[in-house]
């Protein structure tokens, strides 16, 4: 599985060859997890505040992906640089409250990961 985008391996070898429905149902997938694994951690208080953040650190973002899935891409991109989270429009849930906004990207990234390994072992491993 690609470390970054969390594909599999062989989406990403065949991607260019995928029709663009393929490409949408992985997309979807992807998009789906993600979003599943950041609200755990990060809600988003004001997703007007948040789009606004996202183009002042040119944050490529997808219009059809979630506002918490485009917490995680600031998160990535920005680093130390959002802090505190609420003048971003973002909010870490009661129980992550003390953490570092590298210790919730890293804890996203990981939960992320280990989503899309029980995900391929689910569905693809024994084929």
Known sequence: MCRGCKRFNHEV?????YSNDQKLRIEQRLRQLLE??????????DEELLRDRVRQFKVR?????SSAAHAYELLRAGGEQINPL????????????TWSVEQLRNAIDQDFWRLSNAHYARYFANR
């Not at 973002?61 to 992906?65: F, K, S, W």
């Not at 870490?92 to 409250?97: E, G, L, T, V, W």
């Open 61 to 65: 973002i997808d219009a059809y992906r």
């Open 86 to 97: 609420e003048s971003f429009g973002l909010r870490p849930q009661a129980a992550y409250r």
């Open 36 to 45: 599943q694994v950041s609200t755990g951690y990060i809600e988003v208080t």
């Open 13 to 17: 070898i065949h991607w260019n060859s």
